[in-house]
């Protein structure tokens, strides 16, 4: 497999030193699978972790490493995740710069913004139905106690 479009991309570990990754874009089909499971499988309660390990594997197997003669090693594997990311918070941050650089929705808080525009929305219709709900249960059919 040929990594399209790489870039160096340095990311911080867990402890707070900085490795050099290259992060490249994924084949249209490819990305395509990991950006419309990803997102929707990682989330708790909902997604299930092991679609959304398989989909990270996946990812990183367009993530290489620099390696001293000049090439790059690309991350097929879990072993060769585990041995060139050192935790999961740097895993964590090597994942969404592969997000952010295979999407442009995911680049300038886009997303964020998108997501913020449907939630409003979201809560202004609840807002109405639980108001409609709430005068509809508080009218009374009989009148008001004279006590």
């Known amino acids: ?3 399209l479009q ?3 991309k340095e990311i911080e570990t867990g402890d707070g030193t900085t ?5 490249s874009k994924f084949p249209a089909v490819q990305g395509r699978e990991i950006v419309t499971q990803y997102p929707l499988t990682g989330l708790p309660k909902i997604g299930e972790y092991k679609t959304n390990e398989a989909l990270m594997l996946k990812l990183m197997a367009y993530v290489g490493v620099p390696q001293d ?4 090693l690309e991350l097929k594997t879990e072993a060769l995740v585990n041995n060139h990311v050192p935790d999961f918070e740097t895993l964590m941050r090597l994942e969404m710069a592969m997000m952010e650089y295979n999407c442009s929705f995911f ?3 886009r997303l964020s913004a998108s997501f913020g525009a449907i ?3 979201a809560l202004k219709s609840i807002m ?3 108001m409609g709900s709430l005068r509809q249960s508080s009218q009374s059919d009989t009148p008001p106690s004279q006590s």
Do not use: C, F, P, W
Not at 19 to 23: A, D, E, H, S
């Open 119 to 121: 939630a409003e929305k």
């Open 128 to 130: 109405s139905t639980l």
């Open 19 to 23: 490795r050099v990754y290259i992060i």
């Open 6 to 8: 790489t870039q160096e």
């Open 107 to 109: 680049r300038d808080g």
């Open 1 to 3: 497999m040929t990594l």
């Open 69 to 72: 003669n000049g090439n790059v």
